[in-house]
Structures are given as C-alpha cells and as structure tokens.
C-alpha cells in the first residue's frame, strides 16, 4: 500500500523508474533478435541421467543466429545490503538451459531485470556438453551422499580467485565464509538453510568435507566456475 499524497507519488516514481529503464532494454533487445522462433528446441542429452526437456523464449536475428530472452521478475544485481553484487542463485536455472541450448548450435541468452541483465555468450557445442556433463555426474553422486557445496559461499570464494590449492588463511577462504557464517550485519548462508546448517554447521567442516572424491574447492571449479568466468569475464 502506497502512501498518500506527496509521499505516496515519491513512492510510485520510485517504483516505475526501473520499470521504463527496463522495458527501454527489452525494447532494444527485440531490435536486435527480431524474429520469433515458434517452436520450442527440444533438448536431450544423453549421460549417466538422461536429460530431456523444451527450450522456449527463442528468437533469432537476420542472420539467424539464436537468442533466448528473458525478463526475470527479480534483480539480478542487489541492491540493499552487498549492493552492486550479483545474485548468483537467479543466474543458476538460466546458465543450465544455455548450456543445454548450446548442445548442438549456438545460441545467446539474454537475461534482463529491474537491477541488472547479464549476457551469456555462445559457446562451443563441445564446451557446453561437457559442462552438461560434469553438471549430471555430479547429480548422480549428491544422489548418493551429500556434496559439500553451497552457492553464496562458492561464488564468494569464486570472486577471490580461489583454486584447490588455496589454504585456510587466503583471502578466498575469508570471503566463503563470511557469506556461509555470515556476520554482525549480514546472515550467512548456513542460516537460510536447514540442511546446510544440520550437515556442515561451520565452513570449516563443510571445506574439509570429501565425498565421492569432492571437495568444496573442487566442486565450485567445476560447477560453478564456467558460469562466474561468463558472467564475469
């Protein structure tokens, strides 16, 4: 509920202010892909766990080369508290169908918000199956035991240039935890989760953790890296 009066158009100024930078985004966007395609690219992809499903939100340029666009309801930048970083967990689903997208043809993705668009460039069919790959296999093994990963924490460490071989007191490993631990003003991620905080209450335990031959470091390479290199250049 808005306020009234002079406030209450303060309020409402606030609010449609991101919506026309949007809308002027998307509008530009459709200039560049103007062609819609139709009918949805069926994916199937064959590995340990078979994965097949529909691609929709397809259009293409002159030339022909493909884009799926979207207009996703939340920002993919934040903008309280951690202000000017990405949300990484609303970049996770649409980095999954580019690559899917990516299997046999090239093919951009597009993701515009409110606080931020990201563009996922085309990639290889080879890279991207491969990705696909890794991204199922380690589907298959959480299903057998739980993996020590957690997204906030991967992409924190991630942001600091962490690799396997960085130790306990690297500036990486500072990063990761404060975003699972959290801090004085900030809530860590282990908080917002019930099964993180009842498997791997502390970072500590969840980076000492080896299952099936994973590691948090190893994981957030595999997983997670391709994706914050995309993004982030």
């Known amino acids: 509920v808005l306020a009234v009066g002079a406030f209450g158009e303060r309020m409402r100024e606030a609010l449609a202010e991101p919506m026309d930078a ?5 509008q530009e966007a459709l200039q560049e892909w103007p062609q819609v395609v139709a009918a949805p690219q069926a994916v199937y992809v064959e590995g340990k766990v078979t994965l097949e499903d529909w691609l929709g939100e397809l259009r293409q340029d002159e ?45 951009t993705t597009q993701l515009l918000s409110k606080a931020g668009h990201v563009r996922l460039e085309p990639l290889e069919a080879e890279n991207a199956r491969f990705q ?4 199922l296999s380690a589907w298959c093994d959480g299903m057998q035991a739980p993996l020590p990963l957690a997204p906030q ?18 500036d990486a490993y500072a990063a990761a935890e404060t975003a699972y631990e ?16 009842h498997q791997w209450p502390s970072f500590e335990r969840l980076f000492n953790e080896r299952a099936l031959g994973h590691s948090f470091a190893s994981l957030s390479e595999a997983l997670y890296a391709p994706l914050h290199r995309s993004v982030k250049g």
Not at 22 to 26: G, N, S
Not at 88 to 93: M, N, Y
């Open 132 to 135: 696909l790959d890794a991204l």
């Open 153 to 170: 924490a991967a992409f924190a460490w991630l942001a600091k240039l962490g690799t396997s071989e960085s130790e306990p007191d690297s």
């Open 22 to 26: 949007l809308f002027d985004a998307y």
């Open 63 to 107: 030339a022909g080369n493909r884009c799926r666009l979207l207009l996703l309801s939340s920002s993919l930048i934040s903008q309280g508290r951690g202000r000017g970083q990405y949300r990484w967990q609303h970049l996770l689903r649409p980095w999954v169908a580019h690559l899917a997208g990516n299997n046999e043809r090239p093919m």
């Open 182 to 197: 959290g801090g004085r003003f900030q809530t860590g991620e282990v908080a917002q989760s019930a099964y993180l905080s």
